[in-house]
C-alpha cells in the first residue's frame, strides 16, 4: 500500500516530466514510421507536423486514420496467386484495331492493370434514376440463376423498397442472391435494409464493418463500387447509389447521375471484381455464371471494346490514377471531364497542363453546389490554377449532379464510380469502365453538352476578385485536401 502511495505521489510530482517523455517517444516513433511508409512528401510533412504540434493526440489520429492496414490484410487474406485464378490472364496484348496512336497506350495500360480489352460490348448510357432503376429491376426481376449487387448507399425508402422486393421475389423462385454493402455508406439508411434482406432470407455481407470487437476498422476506408451482375447476361455498373434522391422526377433533393447497361464478354470482368470483394468480406467463393455469346449476329450497338480497371488502398492501388494519365497523354483534340468532386492532385493537374499545352482542348463541369461545403471551397481555391494554359471549367446550375464521365478525342471514355479526390484515389475501392468507341463517345459528348448548357462558365476575374476572408477560407480547407 505505501508503494502504491509513493508511486502516486511521485506520478503526482513528476506529471509533466512525464507526459514530455511520453509525448517525445511516441512522436519520434511515429515520425520514422510515417518517414518509412509514407510515400506522399505533402502528406508525410503533414502527419509529422501534426504527431509533433499535438501531443498524443497527433499519433493517435495517424495510428488510427494514416496506416493502410487494408493493404496488409489483402496481401495476407487475399494473395495474388488467388487473384490470378480469378482472372484468367492472357499474354498477348490484343489492340482490337485501334488506331495506331493508342497502341502504347494499350501496352503500358496492360502494364498498370494486366487485364486486356475485350471487343463485341455494348454500353448504354442511363440518365438519373429514372431511366436506371426500371431497367436493373427488370433485369433482377427476369433473372433466373444468379444476381450480385454491390452499393455504396442502399437506402431504404420507396426506392429501396422496390429493390428489396424484388430481390426478395427472385430469392423466392430459386436465384442465388448475393448483396455487398459498405461498413460505412450502410449507415446512411441507418442499416435497415441490409436488417430487412437478411430477415427475407437474403445473403448478405459487409465490406469492412466498422464495428467489429476483433480488430481496429477501417472508417477511411470505403467501398464506392457499384456493381449488378445478372446471370452472366447483363451488368450495371457507374456512380448511381440506390435512392430515391436519384428519381428526379419525384425526388425532393434530387441528385443527377449517371449509370451504364453492359452487355458483353466484359461483363466477366465486371463480375469478378464482385468475386473478389465478396470473398475478401467474407472468405467464401462464390461461383458466378460466366458471359456465354448470344448465337445471334452481332450489331453495330454491341462495337464497344472495353476492360475493368479497379482501384482501393491495397494491390490495385493507384491503377485508375496511371489509366487517367496514361489516356491524358494520347489526348490530341480534347478532353471532357465531368465530375461531382474535381480536387485533383499535382501529378493529375500536371497531366491535364501538359495536354492544354500540347493545344487539346480541356473541358471540366463540375456542380454549382455539391453537398458538402467545404469540397466547393477546396475546388473554388484551385480553379485559378486548374484554369491556366487554357482549361476551361463551368458549374452546372442543376441540383447536384453526381455524374462521372471522362471523354478523350472521339473515342475513349472512363466511366464508373471513380471522383477526382483524393478520397476516391486514395481511400475508397472503387471500378471504372475503360472503353473505346466513336457510337459511345458520341452519346457522352451530346450527354456532356446538355449539361454545359445549363452551366455557367468560370471567370478567372470572378475568382481573383472575391472576398480576403473567402479566398482564407478556401485556401485553409486546401490544405487539408489530401484527406477529404
Given at each position: 500500500m505505501?508503494?502504491?502511495?509513493?508511486?502516486?505521489?511521485?506520478?503526482?510530482?513528476h506529471w509533466?516530466?512525464?507526459?514530455?517523455?511520453?509525448?517525445?517517444?511516441?512522436?519520434?516513433?511515429?515520425?520514422?514510421h510515417?518517414?518509412?511508409?509514407?510515400?506522399?512528401?505533402?502528406?508525410?510533412?503533414?502527419?509529422?507536423?501534426?504527431?509533433?504540434?499535438?501531443?498524443?493526440?497527433?499519433?493517435?489520429?495517424y495510428?488510427?486514420?494514416?496506416i493502410?492496414?487494408?493493404?496488409?490484410?489483402?496481401?495476407?487474406?487475399h494473395?495474388?496467386?488467388?487473384?490470378?485464378?480469378?482472372?484468367?490472364q492472357?499474354n498477348?496484348i490484343?489492340?482490337?484495331?485501334?488506331?495506331?496512336?493508342?497502341?502504347?497506350?494499350?501496352?503500358?495500360?496492360?502494364?498498370?492493370?494486366p487485364?486486356n480489352f475485350?471487343a463485341?460490348?455494348?454500353?448504354d448510357?442511363?440518365i438519373?434514376?429514372?431511366?436506371?432503376?426500371?431497367?436493373?429491376?427488370?433485369?433482377?426481376?427476369?433473372?433466373?440463376?444468379?444476381?450480385?449487387?454491390?452499393?455504396y448507399?442502399?437506402?431504404?425508402?420507396?426506392?429501396?423498397?422496390?429493390?428489396?422486393?424484388?430481390?426478395?421475389k427472385?430469392?423466392?423462385r430459386?436465384?442465388?442472391?448475393n448483396?455487398?454493402?459498405?461498413?460505412?455508406?450502410i449507415?446512411?439508411?441507418?442499416?435497415?435494409?441490409?436488417?430487412?434482406?437478411?430477415k427475407?432470407g437474403?445473403?448478405?455481407a459487409?465490406?469492412?464493418?466498422a464495428?467489429?470487437?476483433?480488430?481496429?476498422?477501417?472508417?477511411?476506408?470505403?467501398?464506392h463500387?457499384k456493381?449488378?451482375?445478372?446471370d452472366?447476361d447483363?451488368a450495371y455498373i457507374?456512380?448511381?447509389?440506390?435512392?430515391q434522391n436519384?428519381?428526379v422526377?419525384?425526388?425532393v433533393?434530387?441528385?443527377?447521375?449517371i449509370?451504364?447497361?453492359?452487355?458483353?464478354?466484359?461483363?466477366?470482368?465486371?463480375?469478378?471484381?464482385?468475386i473478389?470483394?465478396?470473398?475478401f468480406?467474407?472468405?467464401e467463393l462464390?461461383?458466378?455464371?460466366?458471359?456465354?455469346p448470344?448465337?445471334?449476329?452481332?450489331?453495330?450497338?454491341?462495337?464497344?471494346?472495353?476492360?475493368?480497371?479497379?482501384?482501393?488502398?491495397?494491390?490495385?492501388?493507384n491503377?485508375?490514377r496511371?489509366?487517367?494519365?496514361?489516356a491524358?497523354?494520347?489526348?490530341?483534340?480534347?478532353?471532357?471531364?465531368?465530375?461531382?468532386?474535381?480536387?485533383?492532385?499535382?501529378?493529375?493537374?500536371?497531366?491535364?497542363h501538359?495536354?492544354?499545352?500540347?493545344?487539346?482542348?480541356?473541358e471540366?463541369?463540375?456542380?454549382?453546389?455539391?453537398n458538402?461545403?467545404?469540397?466547393?471551397?477546396?475546388?473554388?481555391?484551385?480553379?485559378s490554377?486548374?484554369?491556366?494554359?487554357?482549361?476551361q471549367?463551368?458549374k452546372?446550375?442543376?441540383?447536384?449532379?453526381?455524374?462521372?464521365?471522362?471523354i478523350?478525342?472521339?473515342?475513349?471514355?472512363?466511366?464508373?464510380?471513380t471522383?477526382?479526390?483524393?478520397?476516391s484515389?486514395?481511400?475508397?475501392?472503387?471500378i471504372?469502365?475503360?472503353c473505346?468507341?466513336?457510337?459511345?463517345?458520341?452519346?457522352?459528348?451530346?450527354?456532356?453538352?446538355?449539361?454545359k448548357?445549363?452551366?455557367?462558365?468560370?471567370?478567372?476575374a470572378?475568382?481573383?476578385?472575391?472576398?480576403?476572408y473567402?479566398k482564407i477560407?478556401?485556401?485553409l480547407?486546401?490544405?487539408?485536401?489530401?484527406?477529404?
Amino acid at each position: 500500500m505505501q508503494i502504491f502511495e509513493a508511486m502516486v505521489n511521485w506520478i503526482y510530482i513528476h506529471w509533466v516530466t512525464i507526459i514530455v517523455i511520453v509525448h517525445i517517444s511516441l512522436s519520434a516513433v511515429t515520425s520514422l514510421h510515417v518517414l518509412l511508409f509514407k510515400e506522399n512528401e505533402r502528406t508525410s510533412l503533414a502527419w509529422i507536423g501534426l504527431v509533433i504540434l499535438s501531443p498524443v493526440i497527433g499519433s493517435l489520429f495517424y495510428w488510427l486514420f494514416g496506416i493502410n492496414r487494408i493493404k496488409r490484410l489483402a496481401q495476407k487474406e487475399h494473395p495474388q496467386t488467388l487473384k490470378q485464378d480469378f482472372r484468367q490472364q492472357e499474354n498477348t496484348i490484343k489492340f482490337h484495331h485501334l488506331p495506331k496512336n493508342w497502341h502504347c497506350a494499350i501496352i503500358a495500360g496492360y502494364t498498370i492493370h494486366p487485364v486486356n480489352f475485350v471487343a463485341s460490348n455494348r454500353v448504354d448510357p442511363l440518365i438519373n434514376g429514372d431511366t436506371a432503376y426500371p431497367a436493373m429491376l427488370q433485369s433482377i426481376n427476369n433473372a433466373e440463376r444468379y444476381i450480385v449487387l454491390s452499393s455504396y448507399i442502399f437506402d431504404y425508402d420507396s426506392l429501396g423498397h422496390q429493390f428489396v422486393d424484388a430481390l426478395a421475389k427472385a430469392h423466392q423462385r430459386g436465384v442465388i442472391v448475393n448483396v455487398l454493402l459498405d461498413g460505412i455508406g450502410i449507415g446512411y439508411s441507418w442499416h435497415k435494409s441490409d436488417r430487412v434482406l437478411k430477415k427475407l432470407g437474403i445473403k448478405t455481407a459487409r465490406f469492412l464493418p466498422a464495428i467489429s470487437f476483433t480488430s481496429i476498422r477501417f472508417i477511411n476506408l470505403r467501398n464506392h463500387r457499384k456493381i449488378l451482375c445478372v446471370d452472366g447476361d447483363v451488368a450495371y455498373i457507374g456512380g448511381m447509389n440506390l435512392s430515391q434522391n436519384n428519381v428526379v422526377s419525384t425526388a425532393v433533393h434530387p441528385i443527377d447521375d449517371i449509370h451504364f447497361k453492359v452487355t458483353g464478354p466484359v461483363i466477366d470482368q465486371i463480375s469478378q471484381v464482385f468475386i473478389e470483394d465478396w470473398f475478401f468480406a467474407t472468405g467464401e467463393l462464390i461461383q458466378f455464371p460466366c458471359f456465354v455469346p448470344k448465337p445471334a449476329q452481332q450489331t453495330k450497338e454491341q462495337s464497344v471494346v472495353a476492360r475493368v480497371i479497379q482501384d482501393g488502398p491495397d494491390e490495385d492501388h493507384n491503377k485508375i490514377r496511371w489509366t487517367l494519365i496514361n489516356a491524358l497523354s494520347c489526348a490530341q483534340t480534347s478532353v471532357k471531364i465531368m465530375t461531382p468532386y474535381f480536387i485533383p492532385d499535382q501529378v493529375l493537374m500536371n497531366s491535364l497542363h501538359a495536354a492544354a499545352l500540347r493545344g487539346v482542348a480541356i473541358e471540366i463541369i463540375v456542380p454549382q453546389h455539391s453537398n458538402i461545403a467545404f469540397v466547393d471551397w477546396v475546388m473554388e481555391a484551385n480553379f485559378s490554377r486548374i484554369m491556366q494554359h487554357g482549361i476551361q471549367i463551368y458549374k452546372n446550375s442543376r441540383p447536384f449532379d453526381h455524374s462521372k464521365i471522362v471523354i478523350i478525342d472521339d473515342l475513349w471514355s472512363f466511366i464508373g464510380s471513380t471522383n477526382w479526390d483524393a478520397r476516391s484515389l486514395e481511400f475508397n475501392f472503387e471500378i471504372n469502365l475503360e472503353c473505346f468507341d466513336k457510337d459511345l463517345n458520341a452519346k457522352l459528348s451530346v450527354f456532356f453538352a446538355l449539361k454545359k448548357h445549363n452551366a455557367i462558365p468560370v471567370i478567372e476575374a470572378q475568382i481573383n476578385g472575391l472576398p480576403n476572408y473567402k479566398k482564407i477560407r478556401n485556401n485553409l480547407f486546401r490544405l487539408f485536401s489530401p484527406y477529404l
